[in-house]
Protein backbone atom coordinates (compact mmCIF):
# COMPACT_ATOMS: atom_id res chain seq x y z
CA UNK A 1 0.00 0.00 0.00
CA UNK A 2 2.87 2.31 0.62
CA UNK A 3 4.75 1.52 -2.17
CA UNK A 4 1.53 2.02 -4.45
CA UNK A 5 0.96 5.36 -2.16
CA UNK A 6 4.64 6.41 -3.42
CA UNK A 7 4.54 5.48 -6.92
CA UNK A 8 1.26 7.56 -7.62
CA UNK A 9 2.29 10.92 -5.75
CA UNK A 10 5.86 10.63 -8.31
CA UNK A 11 3.16 10.21 -11.21
CA UNK A 12 1.44 13.14 -9.65
CA UNK A 13 4.35 15.60 -9.09
CA UNK A 14 5.57 14.44 -12.62
CA UNK A 15 2.42 15.43 -14.26
CA UNK A 16 1.93 18.51 -12.31
CA UNK A 17 5.85 19.66 -12.97
CA UNK A 18 4.79 18.83 -17.06
CA UNK A 19 2.05 21.11 -16.58
CA UNK A 20 3.25 24.04 -15.21
CA UNK A 21 6.40 24.05 -17.73
CA UNK A 22 3.91 23.63 -20.44
CA UNK A 23 1.59 26.21 -19.56
CA UNK A 24 4.95 28.33 -19.04
CA UNK A 25 5.83 27.44 -22.40
CA UNK A 26 2.18 28.37 -24.15
CA UNK A 27 1.53 31.65 -22.50
CA UNK A 28 5.17 33.09 -22.56
CA UNK A 29 5.80 36.35 -24.48
CA UNK A 30 5.35 35.89 -28.11
CA UNK A 31 8.55 37.43 -29.02
CA UNK A 32 11.19 35.19 -26.70
CA UNK A 33 9.05 31.94 -27.25
CA UNK A 34 10.77 30.92 -30.97
CA UNK A 35 13.92 31.76 -30.24
CA UNK A 36 13.82 29.01 -27.13
CA UNK A 37 12.51 26.25 -29.39
CA UNK A 38 14.30 26.86 -32.19
CA UNK A 39 17.78 26.81 -29.60
CA UNK A 40 16.39 22.94 -28.23
CA UNK A 41 15.74 22.30 -31.80
CA UNK A 42 11.65 22.03 -31.42
CA UNK A 43 10.88 23.81 -34.47
CA UNK A 44 10.41 21.93 -37.35
CA UNK A 45 11.48 24.58 -39.28
CA UNK A 46 15.06 25.10 -38.40
CA UNK A 47 15.57 21.19 -39.79
CA UNK A 48 15.68 22.04 -43.24
CA UNK A 49 19.58 23.56 -43.69
CA UNK A 50 21.22 22.20 -46.44
CA UNK A 51 18.28 20.41 -47.96
CA UNK A 52 16.98 20.99 -51.20
CA UNK A 53 13.40 23.35 -50.51
CA UNK A 54 9.83 21.46 -51.64
CA UNK A 55 8.73 22.82 -54.71
CA UNK A 56 5.13 24.29 -54.77
CA UNK A 57 2.27 25.95 -56.88
CA UNK A 58 0.62 28.54 -54.73
CA UNK A 59 -1.75 31.20 -55.96
CA UNK A 60 -0.75 34.62 -55.66
CA UNK A 61 -3.67 37.07 -53.87
CA UNK A 62 -3.81 39.85 -56.20
CA UNK A 63 -3.39 38.22 -59.63
CA UNK A 64 -5.21 34.63 -58.96
CA UNK A 65 -1.62 33.17 -60.78
CA UNK A 66 -0.07 30.15 -59.96
CA UNK A 67 3.32 30.62 -58.80
CA UNK A 68 5.77 27.85 -58.05
CA UNK A 69 9.35 28.31 -56.42
CA UNK A 70 10.61 26.26 -59.30
CA UNK A 71 10.81 29.70 -61.67
CA UNK A 72 12.77 31.81 -59.36
CA UNK A 73 16.20 28.95 -59.89
CA UNK A 74 18.36 31.16 -60.34
CA UNK A 75 17.79 33.73 -57.85
CA UNK A 76 17.71 33.76 -53.60
CA UNK A 77 14.27 33.61 -52.44
CA UNK A 78 12.85 34.69 -49.05
CA UNK A 79 10.12 32.70 -48.02
CA UNK A 80 7.66 34.24 -45.56
CA UNK A 81 5.28 32.51 -43.52
CA UNK A 82 2.47 34.79 -41.83
CA UNK A 83 -0.91 35.61 -40.98
CA UNK A 84 -2.44 39.03 -40.40
CA UNK A 85 -3.27 38.79 -37.10
CA UNK A 86 0.04 37.94 -35.68
CA UNK A 87 1.94 40.41 -33.91
CA UNK A 88 5.32 39.41 -35.29
CA UNK A 89 4.41 38.99 -38.91
CA UNK A 90 3.03 42.36 -38.92
CA UNK A 91 6.36 43.68 -37.86
CA UNK A 92 8.46 41.50 -39.99
CA UNK A 93 6.48 42.45 -43.00
CA UNK A 94 7.48 46.16 -43.04
CA UNK A 95 11.15 45.15 -42.79
CA UNK A 96 10.48 42.60 -45.79
CA UNK A 97 9.05 45.30 -47.60
CA UNK A 98 12.21 47.91 -46.98
CA UNK A 99 14.29 44.68 -47.77
CA UNK A 100 12.03 44.35 -51.61
CA UNK A 101 12.33 48.33 -52.04
CA UNK A 102 16.34 48.04 -51.91
CA UNK A 103 17.38 48.31 -55.64
CA UNK A 104 20.81 46.44 -54.71
CA UNK A 105 18.68 43.62 -53.24
CA UNK A 106 16.13 43.03 -55.48
CA UNK A 107 18.11 41.87 -58.61
CA UNK A 108 19.17 38.84 -56.80
CA UNK A 109 16.62 38.31 -54.11
CA UNK A 110 12.84 37.08 -54.65
CA UNK A 111 10.38 37.70 -51.54
CA UNK A 112 7.69 35.32 -51.58
CA UNK A 113 5.13 36.36 -48.45
CA UNK A 114 2.71 33.18 -47.77
CA UNK A 115 -0.29 34.30 -45.93
CA UNK A 116 -1.71 31.20 -43.99
CA UNK A 117 -4.07 30.17 -41.48
CA UNK A 118 -6.02 32.90 -41.95
CA UNK A 119 -9.27 33.93 -40.68
CA UNK A 120 -10.49 37.04 -42.60
CA UNK A 121 -11.48 36.92 -45.83
CA UNK A 122 -9.35 37.86 -49.08
CA UNK A 123 -10.40 41.24 -49.60
CA UNK A 124 -10.13 42.02 -46.05
CA UNK A 125 -6.07 40.74 -46.35
CA UNK A 126 -6.00 42.77 -49.43
CA UNK A 127 -6.94 45.79 -47.66
CA UNK A 128 -4.47 45.03 -44.46
CA UNK A 129 -1.45 44.43 -47.18
CA UNK A 130 -2.90 47.84 -49.24
CA UNK A 131 -3.21 49.84 -45.83
CA UNK A 132 0.83 49.03 -45.34
CA UNK A 133 1.54 49.73 -48.68
CA UNK A 134 3.07 46.30 -48.89
CA UNK A 135 4.33 45.60 -52.93
CA UNK A 136 6.10 41.69 -52.89
CA UNK A 137 4.06 38.95 -53.98
CA UNK A 138 1.33 37.44 -51.54
CA UNK A 139 0.83 33.70 -52.13
CA UNK A 140 -2.11 31.78 -50.33
CA UNK A 141 -0.50 28.76 -48.35
CA UNK A 142 -2.32 25.41 -48.73
CA UNK A 143 -2.15 22.73 -46.35
CA UNK A 144 0.33 20.64 -48.43
CA UNK A 145 2.94 23.70 -48.03
CA UNK A 146 2.49 24.14 -44.57
CA UNK A 147 2.88 19.98 -43.97
CA UNK A 148 5.96 20.16 -46.63
CA UNK A 149 7.81 22.84 -44.98
CA UNK A 150 6.30 21.72 -41.34
CA UNK A 151 5.33 25.44 -40.31
CA UNK A 152 3.87 25.48 -36.66
CA UNK A 153 5.32 28.53 -35.47
CA UNK A 154 5.06 32.07 -37.33
CA UNK A 155 6.36 34.03 -38.79
CA UNK A 156 8.57 31.64 -40.07
CA UNK A 157 11.04 32.51 -42.88
CA UNK A 158 12.97 29.84 -45.38
CA UNK A 159 15.85 31.57 -47.31
CA UNK A 160 16.89 29.72 -50.61
CA UNK A 161 19.68 29.96 -52.49
CA UNK A 162 19.89 30.48 -56.38
CA UNK A 163 20.50 26.38 -56.19
CA UNK A 164 17.03 25.53 -54.93
CA UNK A 165 18.64 24.70 -51.14
CA UNK A 166 17.82 26.24 -48.08
CA UNK A 167 20.41 28.25 -46.49
CA UNK A 168 18.44 29.48 -43.85
CA UNK A 169 14.89 28.31 -41.62
CA UNK A 170 13.65 29.67 -39.16
CA UNK A 171 10.26 30.81 -36.64
CA UNK A 172 10.99 34.33 -34.97
CA UNK A 173 10.91 37.90 -35.65
CA UNK A 174 13.86 38.48 -37.73
CA UNK A 175 15.87 41.75 -37.68
CA UNK A 176 16.49 43.63 -41.07
CA UNK A 177 20.35 43.62 -40.16
CA UNK A 178 20.06 39.69 -39.25
CA UNK A 179 17.96 39.13 -42.82
CA UNK A 180 20.72 41.75 -44.93
CA UNK A 181 23.48 39.61 -43.48
CA UNK A 182 22.18 36.02 -43.94
CA UNK A 183 21.47 38.10 -47.87
CA UNK A 184 24.95 39.09 -48.17
CA UNK A 185 26.79 35.38 -47.42
CA UNK A 186 24.18 34.13 -50.14
CA UNK A 187 25.10 36.77 -52.64
CA UNK A 188 28.68 36.96 -52.49
CA UNK A 189 28.95 33.06 -53.89
Not at 24 to 52: Q, T
Amino acid sequence: MKKTTKILTVILGVLLVTGILLHGLLHWDYESKPDVFNMLGLNPAVRWKGKLAPNFQLRELHTGKLISLQQYRGKVVILDFWASWCPGCRKQLKVLQRIHRDKKIATKVRILSINMKETAPPKAVREFLRVRDLTFPVLLATKKVVQDYKIWFFPAMVIISPTGQVVYSGAEFHTESKIRNILATITKR
